[in-house]
Structures are given as C-alpha cells and as structure tokens.
C-alpha cells in the first residue's frame, strides 16, 4: 500500500531578487490557472482587504541566529510563512485552524543555512557566500583519505581498516564499525557477540550496546565548518566534524502534527540515544 504524500506540489514559492540578491520563500504555490493554490481547509484571513492565508500542513521555516558555516552554529526558531510572506509563530498543530501570533521583527528572507519544512520533507537553504566558506568534496574525501593513511588497526583481528566513502549494503574485514555506547572502533568480528541480535560487547571497555558501520558524510552543504571527521551518528554511523555533528543533533526538525525530532542530515534517520552522537576512538596513531 503507498500512503498519501504530505507534500503538496504547490507548497511554497520562493523568489531570488536579481537586483538585490534575496531570496524570499512564500507559501502555497500558482496551479496550472495561474492562481494562488490553496486546499479548501487551509487557514485563510483578510486584513485592510489583502487576503492572506496558510497552507493546510504549512511551510514552517528557520533562521540560523549565528553564521551558518565558520562560526558557532546554533538552531534557531521554527516560524510558519503565509502566502503573503508574513512570519506567524507556529499554530498549535501542524494543520490547526487558527493561524500563531504574527513575528513582526522577523521576515521570510532565506539566509544562509535557513530550513524550510514542507511537512515531509525538510530543505536546507545555502547561499554562493555560504558555501564558499564550506568544505568542498575533495576537501572531505582528503580527509578520508588521510585518516586510512593511518592505517587504522582492528584491536581484535588485527586488520587495517579501510573507511568508505559511500555506505555499502556488503561487509568484509576492512569495515569499519564503531560501539555506538563506547565510540571504539574497531573491525566486524564475533567477539562478544549475543546471538540473534546487534548487542556486542566492546572488548575495549566491556561496554555493551549495538554496532553500526562507519561511513563518511560526503555532503559538504550539511558541514557548519572544515573540521576533521571525529565524531558519528547515532544509529547511523556517518561520520562528520565534531561542531557539525552537534549541531544537526540540537536541531529539532518538524516531525508529525506536532512533533520534532533530531535527525542524521545526510540519511534523515532519527537520532537515537542523548546526545545522538558519538566521538570515534580509533586505535594507534589515528586516535
């Protein structure tokens, strides 16, 4: 059975300015008419005979309060954006007829870093600038390259580990796991192993707790900085900087009518476990 998208194709609008080099989002979208689309239980209001009006899940947006890339990256405040472009305070649920209290200070003009929620799917908005001050890829699969350079060493087979730039469904001695309640890493093998399951017990520490295969975030618009990757998520394993890591765990993103949840950015799986990472300890002279 497929289940209906929450997704409207005319969810939002957004506007690059030419002249002043903005990009607004708007909610709601044209239909093949022209005309501005909105479902017939969607929020809708007039004010000094301008009609305004919100989509039926809304367009909820989120302005980083800090440099998005090369400074101290934090969440900032989920709002919802009218059709107009009016910045509300989010409703009491996702669908919830009486639209929040208007934000006068704040405005729908993305930034660099701004999410755009579409209830289903989350966007991250960079600008040119941003993304200048972001690692390339080749800058992030250097950084891959080095840390195999180390030749990291299973404790237990003693095997060179070998760390992947993109996830793969096939394991062999080379891969690379990490204990998600430890962050030891180490190769795949039977040593403390409870059969039936993905509880293992870390020879390192005889911390007990699942095991996940590490993998390079090869994404560079998800990176708030250049920093080396030392850090993973929980229970993904994808690998990134230690202050990217943090913050994509401290952001909340729109989950349900009214829920959040934290989420890996380059898999959107949900974090598990507080603080939903772990910092990775390997073995000789990569640690």
Known sequence: MVTQSTISRFACR???????????????????????????????????????????????????????CGGEAKPGIWREVSVGGGVYALRESRSAPQKGIKVEEETNVLQDGTLIDLCGATLL??????????????????????????????????????????ATLTSTERQPVVYLNCGHVQGLHEWGHEKDS???????????????????????????DSGPPSFCFNPCGHMASEKTVRYWAA???????????????????????VPGFVRLIFQDNCD
Not at 31 to 52: C, H, M, P
Not at 139 to 163: K, Y
Not at 215 to 223: D, L, T
Request: include cysteine.
């Open 125 to 166: 908005w960079r600008s040119a600038e941003g993304l200048g001050k972001s690692p390339t890829k080749r800058h992030l699969e250097q950084m891959v390259d080095e840390l195999n350079a180390g030749r990291p060493q299973c404790p237990v087979g003693l095997n060179t580990l070998v760390i992947p730039r993109k």
């Open 251 to 273: 952001v909340p993103i729109p989950h349900g009518t009214n829920g959040f949840h934290a989420a890996c950015p380059f898999c959107a799986s949900p974090l598990e476990g």
């Open 198 to 224: 993905n509880s293992h017990t870390c020879p390192m520490c005889l911390k007990v707790g699942p095991v996940v295969k590490l993998c390079m975030g090869i994404e560079p618009a998800f990176y708030v």
């Open 14 to 68: 957004i506007i690059a300015h030419r002249t002043t080099r903005t990009t607004q989002v708007y909610a709601a979208g044209f239909d093949s008419s022209r005309n501005i689309f909105l479902g017939e239980k969607a929020t809708k209001w007039q004010n000094n005979g301008e009609i305004d009006g919100l989509t039926t899940n809304g367009v909820l947006i989120m302005h980083p309060p800090n440099q998005f």
